[in-house]
C-alpha cells in the first residue's frame, strides 16, 4: 500500500484555488465534493475561513459563509481615546465634577434639546448611527450595551462648560444597543474649533443602567469625521470660523487621531441642505 494521495475529481477550473487549502485533508475534500458546483464555488469564494467551517461538522452552507463572511469583514478593536475637557461623566476635569448622566431625561436618542430650558442647538442635521460588536467573537452584536455620546456646538462651544452655553445640556445623551448591536442618535454635525479634527466623544458601558458616571465605561473613544463632508457642512452659515479652524489642522496632526485614524472614521452620506448620515462600527475586546 503506497502512501500516495487521494485525488479528488474537482473541475480544472476549481484546481488552483483549492491548492491553498490542500493541508484540510480529507474530509474537507469529501464534505466540497459532495456539494453542487455553485455550492463549491461560493464556499472557495469565502477562502480559508469557508473551508474552514465545513471541516467543523454538520453546519449548513449557509450558515457557515455568513459566519466566514462575518469573520473575514470583521473590524478591529476600537482604540481607547481621552475623553476631554468636557465630558460631563461624572469625573474631575475642566475644574468641576459635572455629571449629566444622572439627570432625568438624558437616555434619549434626539440631541438637539437641553433638558433644562427647552432651548435647542442649531446647526446642520446629523443622524449618527453605531454598531457595536465583540471582535473576539468574529464582530458579533453587542446588545443591550449603552453609549454616552457628547460634542460641541456649531461654534465649537461644549453645553455646561463653555460660558455662553453653561446652562445647557443639549448635544449630550445615552442610548442603548438593539439586538443587532445598533443605536442611533439624531444631532446636528460639530463645529471645528481650533486645533481639534471635528469629532464626537462617546464611552461606552455594559448596561443602561451603568451607565451613570465615567468609572463604569467599558471604552471611551472618539468618532472623526470625514474632511470633504466637514468642508460642505461649514460653508453654512450657523459655523462660523470652523472652516478656518479646519484649515489649521489636518487628521495627521491632531492630538487624538495622528496615530491612526482608520477605524475611527466614520461613513457619512447626504448633504448640507438635507443633514447627513454618519455611520461607524464600534469593536469591543470582550
Given at each position: 500500500?503506497?502512501?500516495?494521495?487521494?485525488?479528488?475529481?474537482?473541475?480544472?477550473?476549481?484546481?488552483?484555488?483549492?491548492?491553498?487549502?490542500?493541508?484540510?485533508?480529507?474530509?474537507?475534500?469529501?464534505?466540497?465534493?459532495?456539494?453542487?458546483?455553485?455550492?463549491?464555488?461560493?464556499?472557495?469564494?469565502?477562502?480559508?475561513?469557508?473551508?474552514?467551517?465545513?471541516?467543523?461538522?454538520?453546519?449548513?452552507?449557509?450558515?457557515?459563509?455568513?459566519?466566514?463572511?462575518?469573520?473575514?469583514?470583521?473590524?478591529?478593536?476600537?482604540?481607547?481615546?481621552?475623553?476631554?475637557?468636557?465630558?460631563?461623566?461624572?469625573?474631575?476635569?475642566?475644574?468641576?465634577?459635572?455629571?449629566?448622566?444622572?439627570?432625568?431625561?438624558?437616555?434619549?436618542?434626539?440631541?438637539?434639546?437641553?433638558?433644562?430650558?427647552?432651548?435647542?442647538?442649531?446647526?446642520?442635521?446629523?443622524?449618527?448611527?453605531?454598531?457595536?460588536?465583540?471582535?473576539?467573537?468574529?464582530?458579533?452584536?453587542?446588545?443591550?450595551?449603552?453609549?454616552?455620546?457628547?460634542?460641541?456646538?456649531?461654534?465649537?462651544?461644549?453645553?455646561?462648560?463653555?460660558?455662553?452655553?453653561?446652562?445647557?445640556?443639549?448635544?449630550?445623551?445615552?442610548?442603548?444597543?438593539?439586538?443587532?448591536?445598533?443605536?442611533?442618535?439624531?444631532?446636528?454635525?460639530?463645529?471645528?474649533?481650533?486645533?481639534?479634527?471635528?469629532?464626537?466623544?462617546?464611552?461606552?458601558?455594559?448596561?443602561?443602567?451603568?451607565?451613570?458616571?465615567?468609572?463604569?465605561?467599558?471604552?471611551?473613544?472618539?468618532?472623526?469625521?470625514?474632511?470633504?463632508?466637514?468642508?460642505?457642512?461649514?460653508?453654512?452659515?450657523?459655523?462660523?470660523?470652523?472652516?478656518?479652524?479646519?484649515?489649521?489642522?489636518?487628521?495627521?496632526?491632531?492630538?487624538?487621531?495622528?496615530?491612526?485614524?482608520?477605524?475611527?472614521?466614520?461613513?457619512?452620506?447626504g448633504d448640507a441642505s438635507k443633514g447627513y448620515i454618519a455611520t461607524i462600527t464600534v469593536g469591543l475586546a470582550r
Amino acid at each position: 500500500m503506497t502512501d500516495r494521495p487521494i485525488i479528488l475529481p474537482y473541475p480544472d477550473d476549481e484546481h488552483d484555488q483549492l491548492d491553498d487549502f490542500n493541508d484540510l485533508g480529507l474530509k474537507a475534500d469529501l464534505n466540497m465534493l459532495s456539494r453542487a458546483v455553485v455550492d463549491r464555488r461560493r464556499v472557495l469564494s469565502l477562502g480559508m475561513a469557508g473551508i474552514a467551517t465545513l471541516v467543523a461538522g454538520s453546519m449548513g452552507l449557509s450558515r457557515a459563509a455568513a459566519l466566514a463572511q462575518n469573520a473575514a469583514s470583521c473590524v478591529p478593536a476600537t482604540p481607547s481615546e481621552t475623553a476631554g475637557p468636557y465630558p460631563a461623566d461624572g469625573s474631575r476635569a475642566s475644574g468641576q465634577s459635572t455629571n449629566v448622566l444622572t439627570r432625568s431625561g438624558i437616555v434619549r436618542s434626539d440631541l438637539h434639546t437641553s433638558l433644562g430650558t427647552k432651548n435647542k442647538a442649531a446647526g446642520v442635521p446629523l443622524t449618527l448611527k453605531m454598531t457595536l460588536v465583540d471582535v473576539n467573537k468574529s464582530c458579533a452584536p453587542l446588545a443591550g450595551y449603552a453609549v454616552y455620546a457628547w460634542h460641541c456646538t456649531a461654534d465649537g462651544q461644549y453645553s455646561m462648560y463653555t460660558s455662553d452655553v453653561i446652562g445647557e445640556d443639549y448635544l449630550r445623551g445615552v442610548q442603548a444597543t438593539g439586538k443587532d448591536g445598533t443605536l442611533t442618535f439624531t444631532t446636528i454635525f460639530p463645529g471645528c474649533y481650533a486645533g481639534r479634527w471635528p469629532h464626537v466623544h462617546f464611552e461606552v458601558f455594559p448596561t443602561v443602567a451603568s451607565a451613570t458616571a465615567a468609572r463604569s465605561q467599558v471604552l471611551t473613544s472618539q468618532i472623526a469625521l470625514p474632511e470633504t463632508t466637514c468642508r460642505a457642512v461649514y460653508a453654512t452659515p450657523a459655523y462660523g470660523e470652523s472652516s478656518r479652524n479646519l484649515t489649521g489642522t489636518s487628521l495627521e496632526r491632531d492630538m487624538v487621531f495622528r496615530d491612526g485614524y482608520a477605524s475611527q472614521m466614520a461613513k457619512v452620506t447626504g448633504d448640507a441642505s438635507k443633514g447627513y448620515i454618519a455611520t461607524i462600527t464600534v469593536g469591543l475586546a470582550r
